[in-house]
């Protein structure tokens, strides 16, 4: 049930950056950068919170609110690495 959580969180994050940045170079970069410095922070504290009330465990919410903020983080640069690298998005 946890992965499925998990790989349904980072599928849904890649698609709703895809459709919102599209072809535009700008947006890619601007969405990387929300995403690798600004998500995470959000992502780990969320889990601790969340988590962390759930199981009644402060240590498993921050294990699993630092495992999706390390994985948040990533995939951010990998929108970094598309908005500044790629030669096909558009550049405005």
Do not use: E, H
């Not at 922070?41 to 919410?61: E, K, P, Q, S, Y």
Request: hydrophobic content about 55%; proline content about 1%.
């Amino acid at each position: 049930m946890d992965i499925l959580i998990f790989v349904s969180y980072v599928i849904l994050l890649c698609f709703g950056v895809s459709k919102f940045a599209g072809k535009k170079r700008n947006r890619w970069i601007n969405a990387g950068y929300i995403t690798a410095f600004l998500l995470p922070v959000i992502v780990l504290f969320l889990g601790i919170r969340i988590v962390g009330a759930l199981t009644g465990d402060g240590i498993a919410g921050g294990v699993a609110g630092f495992g999706y903020a390390i994985v948040t983080c990533v995939i951010g640069f990998i929108f970094l690495f598309i908005g500044y690298i790629s030669k096909n998005v558009q550049s405005d």
